[in-house]
């Protein structure tokens, strides 16, 4: 089944499975795919299935949709492609299915199937980890690490997200006003692998990473 794997500077925040014939990306909360960025159009795109092959129609949008760096109106997607909206980047995946014919390199080293992250060779299984919140009025809840990327924090205010990758668990800032901290040092968007005790202080929000 085809699928999108939603980047912004190179940390993944949203995979969506292509199940329906048409599927809507954009700002406006009624999308299919909400992509909430000024760059972004309330309408912006459009993805169309007709049987295996998905179709990528940019909606007059005010910044255009680009596929492999060229700016499209509309254009047949094949495995691999990879989709530009405003700084998001779009890697769409059909397994088995468009010119890569399964031979994609981004599925190698991304989001297989059920959320199982490998490598060049299948990376051993990751210990679980967590999320424990330590301040706040949600002071002891903890958050259990089991998809590939788990998003924290307040939209509009601080959000990082949290992937698992084969060697291990990155965080990283996706957006917001206020940056995010760990262990007290500015988290930036470019990931910071985590490690056992560490502290992630978003929105005035402490967390702690924990991991058996």
Known sequence: MPKM??????????????????????????NDVVIDNLAVSGEHAVLQMSG?????????????????????????????????????????????????????????????????????ADAAPLAPAAIKVISGSAAGREVALTKVVTTIGKPGVAVAAITRRPHGYVVAMVEGTVKPTINGAPLGTDGKDLRHGDVLELAGTQMQFVQD
Do not use: C, W
């Open 5 to 30: 794997i939603v980047s912004i500077d190179g940390v993944v925040i949203k995979e969506v499975q292509l199940t329906k014939d048409r599927t809507t990306l954009g700002r406006r909360p009624y």
């Open 52 to 120: 295996s092959d998905v179709f990528l129609e940019d909606l007059n949008s005010t910044n255009g949709t680009y596929v492999n760096g060229k700016a499209i109106k509309k254009q047949q997607l094949q495995g691999g492609d990879s989709i530009e909206i405003g700084k998001y980047k779009i890697k769409f995946v059909h397994e088995g299915g468009g010119a890569a014919g399964g031979s994609d390199p981004y599925e190698k080293t991304m989001v297989i199937n059920a959320g199982a992250v490998v490598g060049a």
